[in-house]
């Protein structure tokens, strides 16, 4: 059984974030952390469970993303558990169109594989989309928002959170791809030994041209990037309960209308 | 030619007010408007939306397609959306549309961009504007390089129009009949009958300072005056208080009603990542120095124990 965890390099949550001169994206300069995006470290822990019952299986981490920086990322996969990893180089400028083509063309270059494990979304762009367009691009079916996984001959069973906190019950014929969500497992902490384990596991890095993609194909850019636009100042509501909540609903009626 | 093509959702043949919003876009910016709806009454759906201004729909009406199965409406959608010529598909950025929309995209070897807020039709053009980096930055989107633009609102940014009259120009496609690797086995509706967070106007979020899980009572007494969906924050997720289905923030939904109140919520920088866009933030916490006021329209200072049973009750008054 191959399995391939798609993990996304991003931004810690907490840092700033600053404009690049062409306003065409952020200065990546100025970023001091980057972190595995949080959904795939649910991800990254299914597929190693599920290594775990199936002897034999093997967990493959594929990143997109400068290789130099993303190398970092790509030994913790392989601190948690993946045991191999695959660098995919390629600027941050990539949409999720040509993201999900290149895994698409590496995980078929390396033979193509029984389960896909991606995160419910990347925090930076906040797309959810690269785990649909990889499913299509490897003619395989998808479920997104996955809190419950099982796998019995060759059949994921999951539960997806749908609208308004549905829960529905899917069967998908494997191989699939699978995005995980929140509650689906918890991800283990990465020991030292481990740590020092994966420094020896093998970690390559494919360029975007040998997998025949290019920025030029792109079909969504950003452009005009801007801050967020200043809040008018915050309005304290003083005086005793009573008149805090009488002035405060005149507010939401008079001033801003909302109600 | 361009053309406009809203994907039209309903629930219980009342249309969602996204799509509402999406059609008056359209409607209000002169271009012909026409609909892509697909359900067990779709027809319904349709019927409706000729109130808010389309002339002309593509449906497929089957009790098989009241489920969401991802494999089936993306055949179904991306063979309407080819039928119907369109060169812009909007749709709302609700559960459904974020997972549907960028394999539909992917099949049709163009763009898909969800999570817009802000939308500007002039002639055949489209101007939209998304959040990045957790509401840190915004940018302006471009599509290059497909045949048609794909553009999935959030809802809640857009006028809403008033229903008229209009006639309507049905086309139906069958329901293909397809070796399916997706089965939906079952589906066990929200406790909750309310709007998704997503999708709703005014949402009533609570975190840590309400003390315990039991207290949610207090918040779901005030959204049932207001209409309102509750949301948390992580903490009291994580707390096991309430679902996951209810967070907030960079880990649970983004959202961007017209009113957010924010009870017991310090404002860390992952919650308000997810509810900066919000129209009107009211913050009501005991602590003055918490983040959370850097944000608000309106604050409180004070507990929210003695605030929240005042605040119901001066809402039922104004409201009744
Ligand atoms: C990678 C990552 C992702 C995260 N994602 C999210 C996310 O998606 N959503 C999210 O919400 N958080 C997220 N967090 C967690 C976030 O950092 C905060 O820990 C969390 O939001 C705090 O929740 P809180 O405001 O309910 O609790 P606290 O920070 O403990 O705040 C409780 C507040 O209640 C007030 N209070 C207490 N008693 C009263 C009273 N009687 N009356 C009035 N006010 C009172 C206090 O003054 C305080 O401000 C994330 C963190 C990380 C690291
Ligand atoms: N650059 C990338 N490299 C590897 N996986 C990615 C990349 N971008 C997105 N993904 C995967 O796709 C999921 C959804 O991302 P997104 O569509 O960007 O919200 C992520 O959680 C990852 O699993």
Redesign the interface.
């Known amino acids: 059984m191959k399995i391939f965890v798609c993990i996304k390099q991003v ?1 810690d ?2 840092t ?2 600053k ?1 690049a001169e062409d306003k065409c994206g ?1 200065d990546v300069s100025s970023v001091s952390k980057w972190i595995i995006s ?2 795939d470290e649910y991800a990254l822990e299914e597929a190693v469970k599920t290594k775990e019952s199936n002897p034999g299986a093997k967990v493959i981490a594929i990143c997109v993303g400068p290789a130099k920086r993303t190398q970092s990322t790509l030994r913790t996969s392989l601190a948690m558990g993946a045991d191999e990893a695959i660098a995919i180089d390629a600027p941050d400028s990539l ?3 040509l993201t ?1 083509l290149a895994l698409a063309k590496a995980i078929k270059n390396e033979g193509g594989c029984d389960l896909v494990f991606c995160g419910k979304l990347a ?11 990889l ?3 490897l003619d ?6 996955v ?1 419950k996984f099982e796998n019995s001959a060759g059949i994921s069973i999951i539960t997806r ?13 494997s191989p ?1 791809v699978l995005g995980a ?3 689906l497992n918890t991800p283990r902490f990465v020991s030292l030994p481990n740590i020092m384990k994966a420094k020896a596991k093998p970690l390559k890095e494919v360029t975007l041209a040998s997998l025949d993609v290019s920025l ?13 636009p200043a ?2 100042s ?4 003083g005086g005793e ?2 008149q ?3 002035e ?2 005149r ?3 008079e001033e ?1 209308k ?2 | 030619m361009g053309k406009f093509l809203v994907f039209a959702e309903s629930s219980g043949g009342i249309l969602k007010k996204g799509t509402i919003e999406l059609l008056t876009a359209v409607k209000n910016s002169g271009q012909a408007c026409e609909i892509l709806a697909l359900g067990a009454d779709a027809e319904v759906t349709a019927n409706e939306a000729a109130k808010f201004g389309a002339t002309g729909a593509i449906i497929c009406n089957s009790p098989t397609l009241a ?2 199965n ?2 089936l409406f ?1 055949v179904l959608v991306v063979d309407m959306i080819k039928k119907s010529q369109a060169s812009t598909v909007l749709a709302t950025s ?3 549309g ?3 929309f ?2 539909v ?3 049709l070897n ?6 817009c807020t802000e939308l500007e039709i002039s002639g055949e053009n489209v101007v939209v ?1 998304r ?16 045949p048609i633009k794909i553009i999935l609102m959030r809802p809640n940014q857009l006028p809403l129009g008033a229903p008229g009259v209009g006639s309507i120009k049905i086309e139906s496609v069958a329901l293909p009949k397809l070796d ?13 009958q ?3 967070l997503t999708e709703a106007n ?1 949402i009533v979020s609570g975190g840590r300072g309400l003390g315990e899980a039991k207290n949610f009572q207090l918040l779901e007494s005030l959204a049932n005056v ?1 209409g309102a969906t509750v949301g948390a924050s992580r903490a009291v997720v994580d707390l096991g208080w309430v ?5 907030v923030g ?2 649970g939904k ?1 959202v961007a009603p ?2 957010y109140i924010a009870v017991g919520i310090s404002g860390a ?2 919650h308000m ?1 997810g509810m ?2 919000s ?2 933030i ?2 009501i916490n005991k602590d ?1 120095q918490a983040p959370i ?10 507990d929210l124990f ?2 929240l049973p ?2 119901t009750e ?2 039922k008054r ?2 009744s």
Do not use: W
């Open positions: 931004p949550t907490e700033k974030i404009i952020i949080p959904y949409d999720t169109h999900a925090i930076d762009d906040n797309a959810s989309a690269v785990t649909q367009q499913a299509e691009f395989m079916p998808h479920a997104t928002v809190t959170e749908g609208d308004g906190g549905n829960k529905e019950l899917i069967e998908l014929k699939a969500s929140k509650g030029e194909q792109r079909k969504i850019s950003f452009f005009d990037f801007r801050p967020p809040k008018p915050t309005k304290i509501v309960a009573e805090q909540v009488k405060l609903v507010l939401l009626r801003s909302v109600l | 489920n969401y991802p494999e993306t609700s559960s459904l974020r997972d549907l960028p394999r995209g992917a099949k163009t763009g898909a961009i969800s999570d504007r959040p990045l980096y957790a509401a840190k930055c915004s940018a302006a989107v471009k599509f290059e390089n497909g399916l690797k997706t089965v939906i086995k079952e589906v066990v509706r929200g406790t909750s309310k709007l998704d005014i207001l679902a996951h289905s209810m967070q960079q880990t983004t017209s009113l920088i992952q990542a900066s866009s129209k009107v009211v913050a003055a006021f850097q944000k608000a329209t309106y604050g409180i200072v004070g003695d605030i005042k605040l001066e809402f104004v409201l």
